[in-house]
């Protein structure tokens, strides 16, 4: 686990929204050999502000989905092209035809959504789903405050003394991941590490491995975390079950049966979590310091 160190102060063209305009610029001047230097200027923010601290963590975490916009725009290219060649093909095999515009209009949907989503989530924090996943954690969400002081209450409890396990933030008392979840709210942490095969039309498959931490609140809403390393998923909740030990835990397994408990098992649940941490903490006493 690391722990957060001093951040450099950020260049003003390496600052949102400056260095969108450096990266246009590149890609005007170079085109295609602008790709190095973007990543090159990309690396260089990350050396400055590894986990985002010159936007504030939230800000930098909801323009980061601006990476999604070129996967968005593949997807809807794809629709078309499948689209035109279904609009083409041999008249004959109507059935076939059926199935390419249910593909193309499959693409076409997804691909909108994910341009839709990046878009509204870089350009509106407001309106982003890690906004949405602060407000559910407040006692009244439909009062929550405007965004920025949202932001501003994970913010300044991560720039204390907050772990960072890869790019998961863990403070006193929130937990920033792909989501921001309360961590007195968690009932549930749950990883999950298996493999999905992907089969291609030549008959190789090739295999990608899904890395997750899922947790869960007093609500039962979940908020998912995707990691790279499965030691630093581990690591987040082994943590966060050092915190909580009286919280659910388990893979995917558990996770999947947690969120399918009645209503009457969520109470009783909640009554034994609820007990647990209380004789836990009177036990441990007064905290000194």
């Known amino acids: 686990m690391e722990q957060k160190g001093p951040n450099k102060p950020l ?9 969108v305009a450096v990266y246009l610029l590149l890609a005007v001047l170079l085109r295609l050999w602008s790709i ?43 629709a078309v092209c499948v689209g035109v060649y279904g609009l083409y093909g041999d008249e004959e095999r109507r059935y076939m035809q059926l199935l ?18 990046a878009l509204r989530d870089s350009l509106f924090p407001e309106k982003s789903s890690l906004a949405a996943s602060i407000r559910s954690q407040l006692p009244y969400p439909d009062e929550a405050p405007a965004v920025g002081e949202l932001f501003a209450m994970v913010d300044d409890d991560l720039a204390g ?32 590490d298996r493999i999905e095969h992907h089969h291609r039309a030549n ?9 997750q931490l899922a947790l869960v609140d007093d609500r039962w809403n979940p908020a998912v975390t995707d990691f790279k390393s499965p030691k630093d998923l581990q690591n987040a909740a082994d943590c966060l ?8 835990q388990g893979g995917e397994g558990a996770y999947h049966d947690f969120l399918a408990l009645s209503e009457e098992q969520r109470e009783e649940f909640l009554r034994e979590f609820d007990a647990r941490q209380s004789a836990r903490l009177a036990n441990a006493g007064p905290q000194l310091g």
């Open 36 to 78: 190095p230097f973007i990543l090159a200027v990309a690396a260089l923010r990350r050396k400055y502000s590894p986990h985002g601290a010159a936007e504030g963590y939230c800000l930098s975490r909801t323009r980061k989905q601006l990476r999604q916009l070129p996967l968005g725009a593949l997807l809807v290219f794809l």
């Open 241 to 248: 079950a050092g915190r909580l030990p009286e919280a659910r």
């Open 100 to 117: 390419i515009a249910l593909m193309a209009v499959g693409l076409l949907a997804v691909g909108v959504y994910v341009c839709f989503a």
């Open 161 to 192: 003394d907050a772990l960072w396990v890869g790019s998961v933030g863990i403070g006193k008392e929130w937990v920033l991941g792909d989501a921001a979840s309360r961590i007195d709210r968690i009932r549930g942490i749950f990883t999950i």
């Open 11 to 19: 260049p003003l063209l390496l600052q949102w929204p400056w260095v």
């Open 203 to 211: 008959g190789g498959s090739t295999s990608t491995r899904i890395l």
